[in-house]
């Protein structure tokens, strides 16, 4: 009789840890989730600033086209290493063709920028580092849990994957 309750005890025990490890598991992805949901409110805004209305650089064009289908890819699966991978690289490369455009200035026909367009996108872009750095943070904070024994025994049941920072 002894021996069936601290079995019972020991189930009990293990009951209310896996309970609580994945309660923790989920609290970590949903912060995650909610701070990406921050960052791409600011990532938005890029879109519009490299529009066809604002630039003739059909390079930029191209390059706020991709990140607008790879930011659209991030907002079902913001914790995805490949999608967040895509955005990565598809903002840099429209900040990169942004810079090139500044450099080289206006060509030909082209609608003539906003005076103040150059620093309202320099603003956004200290913005969005700072919500890069955020999210950065809460994905570290999410890929410790999710690595950490014993709760990665329960992350690989319940399919909580490592994340990708930005």
Partial sequence: MSSSVFLWFGVAVLLFWAVGAYNR???LRSQGIAVFAVLEGLLNQFVSMAGPEVTDSAALVAAA???RVALKMCRSQPLHGATISALTMTYETMCLCWSRQRQHGPRGS??????DLPL???QLVAQTEMARADFNKAVARYNAGVTQ???VLLARLFGFRPAQPM
């Fill in 120 to 122: 309202q996108w320099e």
């Fill in 110 to 115: 082209a609608p003539e920028p906003s005076e």
């Fill in 25 to 27: 598991l989920v609290r």
């Fill in 149 to 151: 024994f014993p709760a």
């Fill in 65 to 67: 086209d991709q990140f």
